[in-house]
């Protein structure tokens, strides 16, 4: 069968954009389905299969078939009417037109360099569009790790893919867990004794190179950080790096290349030892993060994740020798957990720009063209390679956020004491209250909309006030002071965007699109403008945005999100930048000056911060990175009082409290995940 150019023109492609079969697949593209396995096969066809289903299970997107199909560079084949390209005319027959005999002997070399270069030429330029690129993971042998309820995150897999570790909270709290491959036995290594584990900014698990050990990130009570270490067979813990946030060993175990957890997450190389006082031979600029640290196969470069936490993120390197850092990718999204399969394939996790995902994504670190390997719904939040790149470790994620009332009593309040929210659709989450209504976040496949449910209305009785092909809302929606109107920030068609509405979803409006925005928006106190952060020039700090048409003006100049003004005017709180997992709680004047506040140091996590009536009481999240509770600090004497009291399984993410500090509304995230194996098909 001619195999020839295929696919309708992207201006001709049918509304539908999914093809959940090989049958579909072939109808879609005019050929039988023995020929577009065979283009997948051979010629990279960008078809994808669903990790956690059979792996005959295949869907693939419209518009990157249309790409394909045009990259083959082929004749295209004319319209048959029905949205894909029509089988290839059988050509007329020609009449044979004898030539003159003179000039043969010049044409005929002419025309054999013309044919040379033409193929040289050909050559170049598929391999710039990565004509021969095919899927790492398109025949890989999917089986499941671990299968029970709860959560399973941070998946490690030692150098021969025979031992796998993970997070899990199966025995009540989060412990290290680790699995042999082929043995069905699972071991809890920590057994309780291991209290702030887990941060998914960074790598958390590993395996010393021998494999004897299962190497684990913690934060301890005091604040220090460092990775310890506990025997694959059982024992105790101890001290593997001191003072050290992430690591990885080069392939032959020569040299080390670690980070510590200080501004900028200074990034050194060593012989395996830590020394005081050695040079970093990278560290991030002012505000920023650089994480997951990994050699490549030659020891040529470190690779590593440089960006704004969480989501701003993309994959640099730099000579091992230090130097100049090169930009791997161009997500500017949620990137984590690089791996290599070879010397030149990366795999890792990015989210789509609009936040969706993270997904599976590979790219050749030469060529630099990501390709995204999975679509679907599913989550990805691990990654990991064995030494060959033959085995990878993912962990697959459905979190629900949910929302829940508490009555705050003068003890902390137990979470039994809650009551959940019924919702329309039962997701929701950034509440807001205002005295007679609540308003919240929640999300469906094609994106995020805005909700109100009106205090006595009937179970699950909300309205929609506001949604967007596509958008996600940036933060929390920001309700007046007079509960007339809200503001809120989304993320839609590439722009962020600042908008206003009144109280019932009328009258919506954008008020700017000149700022790349970041986190909540808060009102001013006599309601003529709107706080928020946004980045400049890759800072993020605060903005005041008018809304009188004026443009926006910067407020405060160093780094600071999440304002929250106090109800007089006098002042704002915000969040400062991280530096290791914390930062610290900051105040300027209306007019910019210092404010005076009590030292606050919190977690990283949430940064939401409420101001009680009067300026006196701030309301904040503090804890581990992954559980925290609610506290009241009195900004005038420094007095502090615990208001919640979760149970370890409560991830509380945002919430917000009344007025009169007698009520919060939480919102709860519940994941649950898998640990999943993929053996990939040597190439």
């Given amino acids: 069968m001619d195999e020839t150019s295929v696919g309708a023109p992207p201006s001709e492609r049918p509304v539908g954009d999914r093809l959940d079969s090989w049958k579909e697949i072939a109808v879609y593209l005019n050929r039988d389905v023995t020929t577009v396995q065979r283009w997948e096969k051979r010629e990279g066809m960008p078809v994808h299969r669903h990790l956690h289903d059979r792996m005959g299970s295949v869907y693939a997107s419209r518009a990157e078939l249309d790409a394909w199909a ?134 958390s698990l590993g395996f010393s190179p021998d494999s004897s050990f299962v190497t684990y990130w913690a934060r301890r009570q005091d604040g220090d950080i460092s990775v310890w270490a506990v025997p694959t067979l059982g024992g105790e813990p101890k001290t593997y790096l001191e003072g ?15 980070h510590t957890p200080g501004p900028g997450d200074p990034l050194f190389v060593s012989d395996g030892n830590i020394r005081s006082g050695a040079r970093p031979i990278f560290t991030a600029a002012a505000g920023l993060h650089s994480h997951f640290p990994l050699w490549s196969p030659d020891a040529n470069y470190i690779y590593f994740v440089q960006g704004l936490l969480p989501d701003r993120l993309d ?73 060959d790149g033959q085995r990878l470790v993912v962990t697959l994620a459905s979190p629900k956020r949910t929302l ?16 959940p929210v019924a919702l329309t659709n039962g997701v929701g989450f950034a509440p807001r209250l205002c005295p007679g209504y609540l308003l919240y976040v929640s999300a469906t496949g094609a994106g995020e909309s805005i909700w109100k449910l009106v205090n006595g209305a009937g179970t699950g009785a909300g309205t929609e006030l506001w949604s967007g092909q596509r958008a996600r809302v940036i933060g929390g929606p920001a309700i007046s002071p007079d509960g007339q109107r809200v503001a809120f920030s989304v993320r839609q068609g590439g722009q962020t965007l600042l908008y206003v509405m009144q109280a019932d979803g009328t009258n919506a409006r954008i008020v700017t699109d000149t700022l790349a925005l970041q986190g909540s928006p808060a009102w001013n ?79 990283r996590g949430a940064r939401h911060l409420a101001l009680l009536p009067g300026g006196r009481g701030l309301v904040l999240m503090r804890g581990e990175i992954q559980h925290k509770n609610l506290w009241l600090i009195d900004l005038e004497t420094g007095a502090e009082r615990q208001l919640t009291n979760l149970p370890a399984d409560f991830d509380l993410r945002d919430f917000d409290i009344s007025p009169d500090g007698r009520e919060v509304v939480l919102e709860r995230e519940q994941e649950r995940s898998d640990v999943m194996m993929l053996d990939v098909a040597r190439r």
């Fill in 70 to 203: 045009l990259g083959r560079n082929l004749r295209a084949a004319p319209e048959n009417g029905s949205g894909v390209a029509a089988a290839d005319p059988v050509p007329e027959e020609q009449p044979v037109i004898e030539q003159p005999r003179a000039g043969r002997g010049f044409v005929l070399p002419l025309m054999v360099a013309v044919g040379v270069a033409a193929v040289v030429g050909a050559v170049l330029w598929f391999r710039g569009t990565e004509y021969f690129w095919q899927n790492p993971v398109a025949d890989a042998r999917v089986q499941a790790v671990t299968d029970f309820g709860g959560v399973e995150q941070a998946a490690a897999v030692s150098r021969d893919g025979n031992l796998v570790a993970f997070l899990s909270d199966r025995d009540g709290q989060t412990d290290v867990w680790i699995k042999q491959i082929g043995s069905g036995q699972l071991r809890n290594l920590t057994n309780g004794s291991v209290k702030g584990l887990g941060n998914p900014s960074i790598r």
């Fill in 244 to 258: 050290v946030a992430e690591f990885d060993w080069s392939r032959d175990v020569s040299r080390l290349a670690y």
């Fill in 315 to 387: 994959i640099w390197r730099i000579a091992s020798g230090g130097g100049t850092a090169e930009r791997i990718t161009s997500h500017n999204g949620r990137v984590t957990y690089p791996v290599f399969l070879d010397r030149r394939t990366l795999m890792y996790l990015a989210s789509d720009p609009d936040g969706s995902g993270p997904w599976l994504y590979s790219v050749d670190v030469e060529r630099r063209i990501p390709h995204r390997l999975t679509f679907g719904l599913d989550r990805y939040t691990s990654l990991a390679a064995s030494a």
């Fill in 404 to 419: 829940w009332r508490l009555r705050i009593a003068d003890s902390p309040a137990e979470v039994s004491a809650a009551v």
């Fill in 525 to 603: 106190p006599d309601g003529r403008s709107i706080t928020s952060a946004a980045d400049d020039h890759g800072v993020t700090h605060l903005f005041r945005v008018p809304l009188d048409g004026r443009p926006p003006a910067a407020f405060v100049q160093e780094y600071s999100v999440e304002p929250a003004w106090a109800s007089d005017g006098s002042f704002v709180v915000y969040s400062g930048p991280d530096i290791g997992t914390t930062f610290s709680v900051k105040a300027v004047t209306a007019e910019g000056g210092a404010h005076p506040l009590p030292g606050l140091t919190l977690t």
